[in-house]
């Protein structure tokens, strides 16, 4: 009788596949800046955070991760950060730290396989959680610092830009991040036409800032 031999497994990993730029790539590219730039933004706002680093290394990382990895990267982790510095209005030698930590944990826990356990432990509801209280956070520094601060026209704004998050919600044709994105840049760009202040536009380049104590 002849022995049944075990197929054999291949150690080859997968051809990536090419770069893309067809409407489902563009779509995923849009609705993951509608939820990036707000938080990018949010931060430099709230802290002394360099825009030009902060916009830059963004844009860098992002192409790196499309060229090698052929996706985006979902990096929850730091947009828990974002919301975190939002909220606390922390300094940048802070963040500098945090970032410096995180990536040294997420490495290591790459390295040494840990990431599966670590996915099957913790139950989603606790993630879910997180999220969660993250987006209160937030929510609460909106109510905070400019609608309840302002005129009727916040209280507005506030009320269509929480019509269209519930009324797009799961939508992957029209993410809701985007509607929301575009009725910021517009109301922003009426408020600066009306005010007194102006505000200079220069090509500012990146510079060198180092972490202290």
Not at 85 to 103: H, Q, T
Not at 174 to 203: E, K, N, W
């Amino acid at each position: 009788m002849a022995a049944v031999q075990a197929p054999e497994t291949s150690t080859e990993r997968p051809p990536r596949p090419p770069i893309r730029f067809d409407r489902n790539e563009w779509a995923g590219a849009i609705g993951d800046l509608g939820t990036d730039l707000p938080l990018l933004v949010g931060m430099i706002l709230a802290t002394d955070l360099q825009p030009a680093n902060v916009l830059t290394m963004f844009g860098v990382m992002q192409i790196l991760t499309g060229v090698v990895y052929r996706l985006p990267m979902p990096v929850q982790p730091l947009k828990a950060i974002a919301a975190i510095v939002i909220a606390g209005k922390v300094s940048s030698s802070l963040i500098f730290g945090a970032g410096l930590a995180l990536g040294i944990c997420v490495l290591l826990l790459a390295v040494l396989g840990l990431l599966d356990w670590f996915g099957k432990v913790v139950p989603k509801c606790v993630v879910r959680g997180i999220q969660v209280g993250l987006g209160l956070q937030l929510a609460n520094v909106a109510l905070k610092e400019f609608v309840l601060v302002g005129a009727w026209t916040n209280y507005a704004l506030a009320a269509v830009g929480a019509f269209v998050a519930l009324a797009l919600l799961g939508n992957r044709r029209l993410p809701a991040g985007l509607i929301l994105l575009v009725i910021g840049v517009l109301v922003g760009g009426v408020a600066l036409t009306q005010s007194s202040d102006t505000v200079p536009f220069r090509f500012h380049l990146p510079t060198w800032q180092t972490p202290s104590a």
